[in-house]
């Protein structure tokens, strides 16, 4: 299907789709750079996500809140350029869609036709149907993001587990049916109990993405960073750690700084 890279098939929003069909589950991950969404390619992840976590994980910030759609783009640009094989789809980010569904509009297609990607998200229900709609109407696939949605923390005020109360999880339910019904090719539900993916999964045809929302949904994400242990301090219940790169890249640097004062580094093979 690619015209650069003839040999790999490139997933699709409808290979998602036609997994929940088979009920193959899907991994996804975040990726933010070049050097790690190639890696993150090769190893065969279907989905990557250029996240708004990059404003945390990438630049520090408290919140998802400050990062803006250049940089944003600037992000997708770089991971676009390595992705041989998965889908990407990127976020829109705070304050690019809410309200306005032109503007929801115009921030979709600035992302779609200055990166490359294929597809974005946008956190919320049945308050941004129409940016969703507008967007979705100018051909561009739409991935829905319900549940913890961290660009509304400041009314949460917790990053705690969302919806359950039984309110909360009737609106959500609702909200993972109209994000069906309007065409929204997949949807991530994040920090939720286990109980009402599992509701939601069986309710709607399209793939659900769990995130802290245990193991009923379609597929999982994580982000990197915190799959490959870099950042020690973030440590929630729902993340598995796959390896210590904290730990190894801290040896690492410790044994170059040895080397170097202890004047090994570099020897007469490492010069000209
Ligand atoms: O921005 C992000 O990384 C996300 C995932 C946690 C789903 O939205």
Redesign the pocket.
Known sequence: MSIHTPDIKRVTTHIIQEMKIRGEKISCL?AYDYSMAGIVDAAGVELI?V???ASNVMAGHET?LPITIDQMIYHATSVVRAVKRALVVV?LPFGSYQGNSREALNSAIRIMKESGAHAV?LEGGLEIKDSITRILSAGVPVMG?LGLT?QSIYKFGTYTVRARQETEAQKLLEDAKMLEEVGCFSM?L?KIPASLTKKVSESVTIPTIG?GAGQHADGQ?L?LHDLLGINKAFKPRFLRRYADLNGIMTDAISNYIKDVKGKSFPNEQESY
């Open positions: 975040t996500l996240g708004d976590s998802t976020d998200k993001h961290p991530v994040e995130i994400i982000v």
